[in-house]
């Protein structure tokens, strides 16, 4: 099975300040997908973005940003200018080119102080 | 666009007793999941089906059985609840044929079991 590691259970940042939350993955694959997802008290999962492992740019949506170091398996999220309402959990998530699962990490919980 | 709906949302079971998590998604996915979130642990793949009358154990799938008679509902089932399957309860979608696209996840349930 492949795993995710997201090391930093759980991150604070100053509102409108920037943070990163690391996420590592193990596979031996060439083609794979990643993502990051936020959950918020209110349980619903939300895609925040998603990278292709065969582009090299790395994705950006708005304040949201990604730092993916292919070679070192590293697919970390950057949150610039944070907001009160990106306090949630964060999860980073792996999918294969081939296959059905996705795999995720265990989860950074992000608080926002004021 | 309701998207992936899981009923209920919460629900106390005793010990002994047993249940079925319905999962009911509106856009025409191939694949569909259960996972399982706790603490310190995210999301665990309990079973996913890939299509209509298919399903496949995920990660943790002793104590639990799914059914999928029907494309747009994935059924969970408990069939003698312990207090270790208390948790909260993912269904997630999503299509086959486009590998960059994340899973759209209902907004769980919330399982105790006493």
């Known amino acids: 099975a492949q795993t995710v590691t997201q090391s930093q259970p759980e991150m604070s940042v100053q509102e409108a300040e920037t943070v990163t939350l690391s996420c590592t993955y193990d596979?031996?694959?060439?083609?794979?997908?990643l993502f990051w997802y936020k959950q918020p008290p209110s349980r619903q999962m939300i895609l925040v973005i998603r990278q292709e492992a065969y582009k090299q740019q790395n994705a950006t949506e708005n304040r949201f940003s990604v730092n993916f170091q292919k070679a070192a398996k590293s697919f970390s999220l950057k949150i610039s200018d944070s907001q009160l309402g990106d306090a949630a959990m964060y999860f980073c998530?792996?999918?294969?080119?081939?296959?059905?699962?996705?795999?995720f990490g265990t989860g950074t919980s992000l608080t926002v102080i004021p | 666009n309701a998207g992936v709906t899981q009923t209920p949302k919460f629900r106390v079971l005793k010990t002994g007793q047993s249940m079925t998590l319905l999962c009911a998604q509106d856009?025409?996915?191939?694949?569909m999941y259960w996972y399982r979130q706790d603490p310190g642990m995210g999301l665990r793949l309990i079973h996913y089906s890939v299509g209509e009358g298919t399903t496949a154990k995920g990660e943790v799938p002793d104590g639990y059985n799914v059914s999928r008679l029907k494309k747009q509902n994935f059924l969970l089932g408990l069939e003698s609840a312990a207090p270790s399957q208390t948790s909260v309860y993912f269904c997630a979608s999503s299509p086959p044929d486009r590998r960059n696209q994340p899973q759209h996840f209902g907004d769980g349930t919330r399982l105790s079991i006493l």
């Open positions: 856009m025409n996915h191939e694949y």
């Open positions: 596979t031996s694959e060439s083609d794979y997908y």
């Open positions: 998530a792996y999918r294969m080119s081939v296959g059905n699962q996705f795999y």
